[in-house]
């Protein structure tokens, strides 16, 4: 009997968790250089519902998925998943995470260093770690010092599933754009042009009355 080749090749996916409050050109950016270097078949952008760690000026959840959706949706390899916003209670990416998780399937968990400095803090971080590969996307200029760092003293054991990705738009942040906002500043491709007429049509981040 022939081998079938095709069959024993991993789907490899990228799940990028994260607040989106909202999405911007790094998050965007860092997305398709995983596909690139990571070879992965696609990235799942996937929105908290109910952060752990509370976020500041946080948007309704659902209009923080519709900004995702239309910030992707000229990009075949990109996908949006509804598991966390339609999830009760907080968003334990453990749970994510076991969502995703299925025979033939790879997971690369695309992440910032900032939020991956945290991971010690997660529920079952080591359970992640036992199930995902990690890409953690430059956002300090110390050529990845401290996450080297981190992870020798931290996370032993896990080094050849964490890997790095350097990029040059580590300065952008939703902080950013929404600061930019209240200051009457434009956010003109700092965001995709969907994303920048729906949040200046509506007011977001400008009217209290946007925040969930
Ligand atoms: P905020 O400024 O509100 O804290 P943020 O820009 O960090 O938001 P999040 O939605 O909290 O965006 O981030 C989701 C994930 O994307 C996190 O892992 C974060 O580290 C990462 N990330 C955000 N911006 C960048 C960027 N410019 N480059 C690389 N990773 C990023």
Do not use: C, Q
């Not at 398709?32 to 799942?44: C, G, M, T, Y």
């Not at 996937?46 to 239309?70: C, M, Q, S, W």
């Not at 080297?148 to 790095?164: A, D, H, P, R, S």
């Amino acid at each position: 009997m022939e081998a079938n080749l095709s069959s024993s090749k991993k789907v490899r996916i990228g799940i990028y968790g994260g607040a989106f409050n909202p999405i911007h050109i790094g998050h965007l950016f860092v997305g398709k250089e995983s596909i690139r270097l990571f070879n992965l078949d696609k990235v799942i952008f996937v929105p908290t519902g109910n952060p752990v760690f509370r976020k500041k000026d946080l948007l309704d959840k659902y209009i923080r998925a519709h900004l995702v959706e239309i910030a992707i949706e000229d990009e075949t390899n990109f996908e949006i998943s509804y598991f966390e916003i339609n999830k009760e209670g907080p968003s334990y990416y453990i749970d994510t995470l076991r969502n995703f998780i299925k025979d033939g399937v790879e997971i690369y968990t695309i992440i910032g260093e900032d939020a991956f400095l945290k991971i010690t803090l997660w529920k079952d971080f080591k359970e992640i770690l036992s199930n995902s590969n990690f890409i953690v996307a430059k956002r300090l200029s110390d050529n990845f010092a401290t996450i080297k760092e981190f992870t020798n003293e931290n996370l032993n054991g896990f080094n050849k599933k964490i890997f790095t990705l350097d990029h040059p738009l580590f300065s952008v942040s939703s902080t950013l754009i929404r600061e930019r906002l209240k200051t009457g500043l434009p956010i003109s491709y700092l965001v995709p042009k969907p994303v920048e007429n729906e949040i200046v049509r509506h007011g977001y981040y400008t009217k209290r009355s946007s925040f969930g």
